[in-house]
Each structure stands twice: as C-alpha cells, then as structure tokens.
C-alpha cells in the first residue's frame, strides 16, 4: 500500500519542486529539436533542423567572428551532440544551445569565409538554412557582410553571443549530395578531410574517378612537412569539455523506490518518450536540492550500472552488459556482411613514396580477406579487399604519398696549429801550456772547429801532441752545449804562446702557423641518411711472411660527413650528425707506414632553420723547456748562460666542428 501511494504522490512531488524553480506558475507547450543535420548542395551547404511541433525560427548574423545565429523559441534541445564538424564551403561547424527561462534553442554556423543565407521553406517542423560561400575579394581583412532573404532578425538575436547559453550535444547525419552506388562517407570526409571518389569501371577494377584522381603527373606538389601539418589539424579540432547539464533544477527526496517509477518522473520532466530493458530492476534511495534533471539522471544510472542511449525523443535505459551484447552483435553482423560481399581491386601509382616501403604500413589496415602488392617496375600499390575498407585505405595512401622537405647541412671542420722553438747552445774550447804543464778541454767531448793556431809556437797542451810542424791544431773542448739546428752563431778566438780559448755562441728560433678550413656539404630529405666523404686511401704494405710475396692494404683517410635530419613541427631541424677527419701523419711511421690522425664528433643536436652551432671542440697545447747544462757551473746566475745548452719548445692545436643546416623550400 505504501509503495502504490509513494508512486501516485511522485509526479506530484516533482511538479511542486519544478514550480519553485520557475519564475512563472504557467506551461507553455514547447516544441522540441530533434536533430540537425548538415547536407551539402550543388551551390553551397544546407543546415537542416527537425523538431517535434512547431517552430518559428528567427535568423540573424553576427561578426567579429562571423557567424549565422538562428533562434528558435519556445524549443528544447533533445540532440545528442553539441557540435558539428564541417570544415569546407565556408562553413567551419555547427553549435547547438539551450536557454532555460523561457526554454529557447540557439543553433550557431561558424563560417571559415563571407556567405549568403537564406532560410527556405521546409515545412511546419522542419528549418532549413540555405548558405552559400562568396568568394573573398584580394586585400579583404574581414568577411563581408552576410545578407539574409526571408528571415526577421531583432535586437535582442544581434547582440546575443554562443556564450549566452549552455550547449548539448545534437546528433549527426549527413546526407550525400547525389545518389550513387559508392559507399557513404565516412565521418572524416564529412568533415572535410580529403578523400578520393571512386566510379566503378565496367571490369570490376575501382579506381579514382577523373575529378578526384591526383594531379601528380601534370602538376607540382609542394612540400609538406608531416609533423607541422598533423600539429595544425590537431589545434584545430574542438576541444571536448566535461558533460554539461542543462535539464530543469529539481528536488527529490526518495526512499526505497522502484528504479522503473523513477524513470516515469523522467518522462513527466523532460516530455521524453522513456523505454525500459527489460533487465531494469531495483530500487532507489535519492535525496537532491536542486539538481537539473539530466544530471540525476546520469547519477541514478552510473549508481545501478545502467546506461541510456537518446535516439531522437526516444530515451532507452538498458544495463550496460546488454548495451555491449548489443553492440558486439553489431560489430560481428557488419564483419559478417564485409565478408559477404564480393572483393575489388583498386590501383595507386605512387610518386613520391616506395611502393615496396608501403606495403606492411598498409597491410595493417585491411580486413582479413584483403591482400597488398607492390609493383616495383611502376612504382604501384594494388589493393584488393571489400569495398568497405577502400576509402580508408585510399586516403592513407594519399597522406603517405606526398613530398617532404629537403635539408642542406654544412659542416665546417676549422684545425689551427700554432708553434714556436727556441734553441740555444754554447761551445767552449780553451787550453794553458807551460813548459811540461798544461790544462784544457778533453777530446772525448769534442774539437773546436777552428784551427788557426798553426802559425804561433805552441807549449804542450794537454790532450794534444806537440806540433811537428806549423799546421793547425783544435783546441779540446771543455763544454760542447752547441744548438742541435743553428741558425746564427758568435764565434770568439784567441791565442797566445800559453794560452788557447775557442768559444762559440749558436742560437735558433722558429715560429709556425697552420690552419686549415673544410667544409663538407650535403642535400637530402627529412629523415633520409646522407654521407659524405673526400680524401685519399693510404697503401699499408705487409711484409712477406713464410716466404710469400709482400701484401699492399688501403686504409680510408678521409673527411666524412654522415648526417640524419629530422624536420620538426616547429621549424627547427633535429640532427643526428657523425663528422669525422682522417689524416695520414708522414712524420711518424711504423716499419714504414704512416700513422693516421684522426678528428671525430659525434652528437644529436636541435638546431634553428640557418643557425650555426658548435658540436665539438678539441685544443691542444704542448710546453716543453729542455736544459743540458756543465754541473755547477750552469747553475751560477746569469754566468751560468755560457756553459747550459737550453731549448724551449710550444706547440698549440685547435679544432671546432660547426653546423649549418637550411631547410630548402621546394
């Protein structure tokens, strides 16, 4: 008894929650939106809506952006979907929102372009806005102005903007312009994507229709680059925000109620035809305050596992297993029905991309029956599947086959050697003779180069013989420090009949700079390997072994270049780039073959379209300070210079590897 009351006292319930929340006690009968379709036309796209009683619409534009707004009073939307998708003819989408007080529907077209509009008769429940694009003049910076036949517009339309009201989601169903035999298009081609037609010739063979066939033979396709292109379609798709309720505010304070009673007040409050799965049951303990009707809707409905699908102003309710039976019987009737139907066969010559490169890319798009070849000789693709399958496959082939940017990439490979030696030695020859004594220099360090002592009678040196005769005798030395390469010398001399001195002063400098620039260049496309390389093939012979003949190897010393690019989205260039300099050495060698000096970078590096960058750097510096010297006489300052032999030598080695890479434009 109690149950029976709680059911009879519910829509009472609620018509008394609704009549707090409304600013008048009297209904008005409204109509209801039940879908919006956009159909294109042979002169531009028509928008067409569909209610549920009567409408009388109110057309008006606005700018800044330009857009068409069509008001339609006293209606509910009942759609599924809050935006449509349209992207050519002008025309960038459809949005769909509802006020609540009085109930009115707003349906907004987003135009990309100027167009005309015209509201064309369709009936007592039906709305259709006619649009056609105008070409832009050149130096135009905003549309123009959009002129209206056979609609009012008022005040209160004009100064209204798509922010004024919630949306909801209508649903979509476009129609083809004309009837033919080929498939539907798929939602992607509704939305503008690019898509080839097909006709069906009389052998069986689908091929691309005349007006669709690509244009590669006659004309030029630019380049494109995949990534900026993919970033650009992804910004421009709407963005998908959080459910939006617009429902009635209501309050409801339920306890242990049946789930089924629960949805006949849905039906009392939205005027929505309700239909129950027969696996609906239970019962429901709901406490609300101001709730729109559709969001306690969908939190009774996620509480007991239950889901709804509206279709026109029929709203169903099943459990959410039987929706997916239902959609698994679907999917296995549409494969069932895909693999009875009779297989085509559909041709694309490539001109940019390898047919043999596409085939395991697209071998992963057909069904089971389907099968893929690639022609190497005409550089085809040949695709035999269900007719289904083709379109899908056809704009695949279309977005891999296109052409991509090339790169040029300039290295620069700068090696500068610096150097400086100084040398600086002494010699000193001296000997004293008297009568049986004499002092000087020893003959194992050496003999003065002079001789010019022949002349004057000479006392017995020591480490000499006496003269026999006036020719020249050498002095011993005491020090021999001389420069090892002299380049200018002092020579000091003198005798007397006891004494022999002999001193010789040599001195050497040298300076030396070296540099050398390389500068490798290489073309080639995005993420396609280049390489490089100049330079000589050094011979490295062998020597003979077990008696066989001598055996001559040739080793690479060459400046080589290896470089990936990769084109980002934003322009700059990703470079994976080996750059290596080989140089056989003369002066040193091993059993007479020269060694080899090798320079070598290695690195991944981002670069800026024409920016230069530094990927390595190697300097090298070498001090050596060698001193030969008499003990403890070469240790007395300043003194101690005549009798040290000193050499200092400095070498400087630098090498920098800089990059340049430029996008060409093709």
Not at 294 to 305: F, M, S, T, W, Y
Not at 411 to 434: E, K, M, P, Y
Not at 585 to 591: I, K, L, Y
Request: hydrophobic share 40%; glycine share 6%; with cysteine.
């Amino acid at each position: 008894m109690r149950k029976q009351l709680l059911v009879v006292l519910l829509p009472l319930l609620v018509m008394v929650s609704r009549a707090q929340t409304q600013t008048s006690p009297d209904r008005t009968k409204h109509a209801t939106l039940q879908r919006v379709e956009v159909v294109r036309a042979e002169d531009g796209v028509n928008v067409e809506m569909t209610a549920n009683g009567s409408v009388v619409p109110e057309v008006s534009t606005l700018e800044s952006p330009a857009r068409v707004l069509v008001t339609l009073p006293n209606t509910v939307a009942a759609t599924s979907r809050n935006y449509l998708s349209v992207g050519s003819d002008g025309i960038k989408g459809v949005r769909i929102g509802m006020d609540q007080n009085p109930p009115t529907t707003r349906v907004v077209i987003d135009l990309l372009q100027a167009c005309t509009y015209e509201l064309a008769p369709g009936g007592e429940n039906k709305v259709v806005v006619k649009l056609h694009p105008v070409a832009r003049s050149a130096g135009t910076a905003k549309p123009a102005s959009l002129s209206a036949a056979g609609a009012d517009t008022t005040q209160a339309a004009a100064t209204s903007s798509p922010q004024d009201f919630v949306f909801v989601e209508p649903s979509y169903q476009a129609k083809p312009a004309t009837e033919t035999t080929a498939p539907a298009p798929a939602p992607a081609e509704r939305a503008g994507e690019a898509a080839a037609k097909f006709v069906e010739r009389p052998e069986g063979n689908l091929l691309p229709s005349p007006s669709a066939a690509p244009q590669a033979a006659t004309t030029t396709q630019p380049a494109v680059n995949l990534a900026a292109q993919q970033k650009a379609q992804e910004s421009q798709e709407p963005v998908k925000h959080e459910p939006q309720y617009t429902g009635e505010p209501i309050s409801v304070n339920l306890k242990d109620v049946d789930l089924q009673d629960f949805f006949r007040l849905i039906h009392e409050i939205s005027g929505l035809n309700v239909v129950l799965d027969p696996n609906v049951k239970g019962t429901l303990t709901i406490v609300l305050d101001d709730v729109p009707w559709d969001q306690a809707l969908d939190i009774v409905l996620k509480n007991n596992g239950l889901s709804r699908q509206l279709e026109g102003n029929v709203l169903r309710i099943a459990t959410v297993e039987t929706l997916r039976r239902e959609a698994d019987a679907h999917r296995a009737q549409r494969e069932a029905e895909a693999l009875a139907v009779d297989k085509i066969t559909f041709t694309r010559f490539l001109s940019y991309a390898h047919a043999k490169d596409l085939v395991v890319t697209i071998k992963k798009f057909i069904s089971q029956r389907g099968d893929v070849i690639a022609d190497e000789r005409t550089n085809a693709i040949i695709v035999t599947d269900v007719p289904s399958v083709m379109p899908a496959i056809d704009r695949l082939l279309t977005q891999l086959d296109q052409k991509t940017q090339q790169v040029e990439i300039e290295a620069r490979v700068v090696s500068a050697t610096r150097s400086f030696a100084r040398d600086i030695g002494t010699q000193l020859g001296f000997g004293f003779g008297n009568a049986g004594t004499g002092i000087g220099g020893a003959s194992a360090v050496g003999s003065t180069p002079n001789s010019t002592f022949g002349i004057i009678p000479l006392y017995p040196i020591v480490g000499t013989s006496p003269p026999t005769s006036t020719s020249g005798v050498q002095i011993p030395l005491f020090s021999n420090l001389g420069s090892t390469s002299p380049t200018s010398g002092i020579n000091l001399t003198t005798a007397s009949a006891h004494v022999r001195i002999d001193a010789v002063l040599t001195m050497a400098e040298s300076r030396g700079l070296v540099k050398i620039l390389s500068r490798p260049r290489v073309v080639t496309q995005n993420n396609i390997q280049a390489l490089v390389r100049q330079g000589i093939r050094v011979p490295i012979v062998t020597q003979a072994q077990l008696g066989g003949p001598p055996t001559v190897t040739y080793v690479d010393a060459f400046l080589r270049l290896t470089v990936i690019p990769q084109i980002t989205s934003e322009g700059t260039i990703f470079l994976n780039v080996d750059v290596e300099n080989t140089v056989p050495d003369f002066g040193e060698s091993v059993q007479g073959n020269p060694t080899l000096i090798t320079q070598q970078a290695t690195t991944q590096v981002l670069v800026t379209d024409g920016g230069t960058v530094v990927i390595g750097g190697v300097i090298q510096t070498n001090n050596s300070v060698n001193i030969d010297q008499v003990p403890l006489l070469g240790s007395i300052p300043w003194l101690g210079n005549l009798f040290k032999h000193t050499t200092v030598s400095t070498s400087n080695q630098e090498l920098i590897f800089f990059i340049t890479p430029r996008i060409i434009q093709t």
